[in-house]
């Protein structure tokens, strides 16, 4: 629609093809970085480079990323937010900077109110990440994960 809006603005012609083609680029782009994310969390967890590139491998033929990509639908959108918050969680839970800790628990709470936005599901998630940081005794993190329940609440 913002797209839609941009192009009447110069009074170009609307071409829905052009469109149609766009969004699909765009959903593609969004699987890649899917992909990619997944990478980067294997790599993270388990330290292992030959096991990163197999979950690399086995997250590009996921016959649903390869279907949801081809479609113009919000979960692709869906599963590239929920996913890079759960990458910059883990990466607040292995940092002990305060200052890129607590900027890694932002991006994460970002990303996961994106994912809220996009698709109501995604609250999903929000109880294991308060149980993580529950174990963790983190007191900081939980104040900061229920005013972020809160804002993606509202972004509703």
Known sequence: MVLNKIISIFNSSVDF???FIFIRIINSLFSFTAVIFTFLIYKKIFKDKKGSVIA???ASLNWRLIHHSHYVN???FLMVFTISSIYFFI???EKSNKRSKYLFLLLSSVLFG???GTKITALISAPIVGLVL??????????FLHSRNIISIFSI
């Open 17 to 19: 093809d052009f469109y």
């Open 56 to 58: 690399l491998f086995l």
């Open 74 to 76: 919000q979960d692709t």
């Open 91 to 93: 990466s607040y839970l």
């Open 114 to 116: 994106f994912g809220v």
């Open 134 to 143: 529950l174990f963790k005794k983190d007191v900081k993190g939980i104040i």
